[in-house]
Each structure stands twice: as structure tokens, then as C-alpha cells.
């Protein structure tokens, strides 16, 4: 008897030590699994609040809750007017259609998570909705800063170069298709392995990882620092360069019927690459900055201010491409019954001067459809002027009444 009661303790305790053996290692097993995991707990899911303050974090909502209202507010505007006036559906316009296009997609698919993740003081949508965020955000800034460059190109060569044919829509179309290409050809690669998207700044955003040491993202940001910011820039400042020069070349010649033009170009130019300059060369040096620099050169509050100022963009665009234009200015105020006076047809009540710098007593004759090409860019149409044999000529389209337009000779 008693050698069967110790059996029976032997055989009850080795059964506790294997219940103990396997509790254990369960034991272990969640331990590190919990361990593995708390990195991409602590990254994603439970941003520290230590990148920036509580209070500025409310004042990074604010801004960035004012530019995504506003965005929305005046991008959609311009849908309506699009929608709403058939005179401003030129093929130079297609490309201010684009710009307004992917500006309000930036400040609805991503500025209102940032804005909402700025509340909270931490990024919300975890891993993958931070991967959408930079993609989305990198992607539609690409496109808005691509056809920015275009629509200079086409500014440039619409006022320095005289056309015999007529525009047509298949060179703005294939533009405006080819700035998609080009920013997905930029923006895909970090999605397969090409550099990565993560947070950035505060930490209610995302972007390409700037921090993240290694060849292969070095060498993904020079590219995207020289393909998609130094060439835009490089573009415009050639484009509007050349243009202002030519501009005072007919104000010299001209005085008094171009001064006002030229100065309403200038204007225009410095405006408009002033504001260019502003919203993202802050955002691309502190970018360069974070990438090759020492780490922690660039404070939380460093990387927040330029990417503010990056998604301003949105809000300006609009009002220099848009409302600084006279025949989307007129169609704004008929929308909102402004300008009683208006008619629907704006272009019909718009009359346009368009001056022509002839070469060596080479007249460039302008069709209808030129001109009415010319006045949607909003300027003066030049050719190259030069010291040798210059004649200038103008060629005012008038108010078209029930007739039909007057013909102009020069």
C-alpha cells in the first residue's frame, strides 16, 4: 500500500512539472511575441507625445485644419465653374483643371487624416494608412507641381511662339496624362522597396522616410529632389524668365500702349514663382537637411512648419491660376450674380489685345481660334523680338454682336 500511494505522488508530480513546462514556455512564447510586436505598437499605434507639445499640436490642427477647408473650398469652385461655363473649357485650361484636380484630392484624402491625427496628438490609421497617406499625399503633390511646370511651358510657348494651326485639346490631354505617369513612376518605388513611407515631423504625418539610413533611400530622395522639385523649379524660372525679358523688349518699343501689360505680367511672375519657391524649396531643403545631415538636426517644429507651408499650395494655386485670371474672375462673379451686366458668354464680352513682334516683315497671321487660345493664357502674344527689322502690329478682337465678329486688319 504505501509503495502504491508513493507511485501515485511520483506520477502526480512529474504530470505538474509538464503542466508547468508547457505553461512556461506559453509564457515565453507571449513574451516574445509581445516583445517583437512593441516596437510597431509603440511606432504606429501609440505615437509619443514628446515629438511636440500638446498645445502645438492643436495649433498644427488649426492650420492645418483652415488650409483643408479652404482647399476644398476653392478647388471645388473651380470644378463648378468648368462645370458651369463652357467658355472656360480651353485646352490650356485642362491644365488648370489638373492642378485643381489633385490639390483637392490632397486636402480631402490626406490633409483631413494629418488634421484629425493633430487632434489626437498621434497618428491614428497605423501602418498602412500610413503608407497611403505618404503615397497619396507625394503622388497628387506631383502632379500639382508637374503641371504647374507644364502650364509655364505652355504659357511660354504659347506667347513666344506664333502658331498658324489652331489648339486643339490632344496636347493639354496628353499632358495632363503624362504628369500622372511621371508622379507614379516617382511614388510607386517606395511601396516596393525603393525607400519606404513612414512618419515624419510631429508625427501625425507621413512622407518618405527622410531619416532612414541607407544607399537605397539616399539614392530614391536625390532622385525625387532633383526629378520632381530641381526641374520644376529649373522650368519655371526659364519659362518666366524669357517671357518678362520679351515683355520688356515690347514695353521699350511700346511705352504707352504695353507698360500696363508688362506690369500686370510681372506681377503675375513674380507671384507666381515666389509662391512656388515659398510653399516647397523649405520643404525640399529640410528634407535634403534630414536625410544628410547629423541626426536630430531638424526639431520637430522645423519639419512641421514646411510642410505647412508645402500643403498651402493648395489654397494658393487656385488664386493665382484662377482668380488672377479675368475670364475665370468674370465667370466667378456672374456664378455668385456679382455682374448683373455679364452675360453667359463671357468670352464674346472680353475684349483682347494681342500684340505681334514681326521679324524681317514676316507677318504671322493669327486665326480665331489662336487668338481665343491667347487670351484664355491671359497675356501678350510675342515672337522673339530682335534689333534688325522689327514691325509691330495689333490685332484687337472685338465684342462679337448679332452679325458676327468683325474682321481686323492689321
Avoid at 205 to 226: A, D, G, K, P, R
Wanted: hydrophobic share 45%; charged share 15%.
Amino acid at each position: 500500500m504505501p509503495g502504491a500511494a508513493a507511485e501515485v505522488y511520483s506520477l502526480h508530480r512529474a504530470r505538474l512539472r509538464e503542466r508547468q513546462h508547457v505553461m512556461f514556455s506559453e509564457v515565453s512564447d507571449v513574451n516574445l511575441t509581445s516583445n517583437a510586436s512593441a516596437p510597431l505598437e509603440q511606432d504606429w499605434s501609440d505615437t509619443p507625445h514628446a515629438r511636440l507639445s500638446r498645445g502645438g499640436h492643436r495649433v498644427v490642427s488649426v492650420f492645418l485644419g483652415s488650409i483643408m477647408v479652404l482647399g476644398l473650398l476653392n478647388n471645388l469652385l473651380v470644378l463648378v465653374l468648368f462645370c458651369r461655363f463652357k467658355t472656360l473649357r480651353t485646352p490650356v485650361n485642362m491644365l488648370l483643371l489638373n492642378i485643381s484636380v489633385s490639390d483637392m484630392l490632397v486636402c480631402a484624402c490626406g490633409t483631413t487624416l494629418s488634421f484629425a491625427s493633430s487632434l489626437r496628438s498621434r497618428w491614428l490609421y497605423g501602418r498602412h494608412g500610413c503608407m497611403w497617406y505618404g503615397f497619396i499625399n507625394s503622388c497628387f503633390g506631383i502632379v500639382s507641381l508637374v503641371s504647374l511646370a507644364v502650364l509655364s511651358y505652355d504659357r511660354y510657348s504659347t506667347l513666344m511662339v506664333c502658331n498658324k494651326r489652331s489648339p486643339d485639346f490632344r496636347k493639354p490631354l496628353l499632358a495632363v496624362g503624362g504628369s500622372w505617369l511621371y508622379s507614379l513612376f516617382w511614388t510607386v518605388p517606395p511601396l516596393l522597396g525603393w525607400s519606404s513611407y513612414g512618419l515624419e515631423g510631429a508625427g501625425t504625418s507621413c512622407s518618405v522616410s527622410w531619416t532612414e539610413n541607407s544607399s537605397s533611400s539616399h539614392s530614391y530622395i536625390i532622385c525625387l529632389f532633383i526629378f520632381c522639385l530641381g526641374i520644376p523649379v529649373l522650368v519655371m524660372v526659364y519659362c518666366y524668365g524669357r517671357l518678362l525679358y520679351a515683355v520688356k523688349q515690347v514695353g521699350r518699343i511700346r511705352r504707352t500702349a504695353a507698360r500696363r501689360r508688362e506690369f500686370h505680367i510681372l506681377f503675375m511672375v513674380v507671384t507666381t514663382v515666389v509662391c512656388y519657391l515659398l510653399c516647397w524649396m523649405p520643404y525640399g531643403v529640410v528634407a535634403m537637411m534630414a536625410t544628410f545631415g547629423r541626426p536630430g538636426v531638424v526639431s520637430p517644429v522645423a519639419s512641421v512648419v514646411p510642410s505647412i507651408l508645402a500643403k498651402s499650395s493648395t489654397v494658393i494655386n487656385p488664386v493665382i491660376y484662377i482668380l488672377m485670371n479675368k475670364q475665370f474672375y468674370r465667370c466667378f462673379l456672374i456664378l455668385f450674380h456679382c455682374e448683373h451686366q455679364l452675360t453667359e458668354d463671357v468670352h464674346s464680352s472680353m475684349p483682347s489685345k494681342t500684340t505681334v513682334v514681326h521679324l524681317n516683315r514676316r507677318v504671322c497671321h493669327i486665326s480665331p481660334a489662336a487668338t481665343e487660345h491667347t487670351a484664355a493664357a491671359g497675356s501678350t502674344l510675342l515672337t522673339r523680338p530682335d534689333t534688325a527689322d522689327m514691325e509691330i502690329s495689333s490685332a484687337v478682337s472685338d465684342r462679337a454682336d448679332a452679325v458676327g465678329p468683325r474682321e481686323v486688319s492689321s
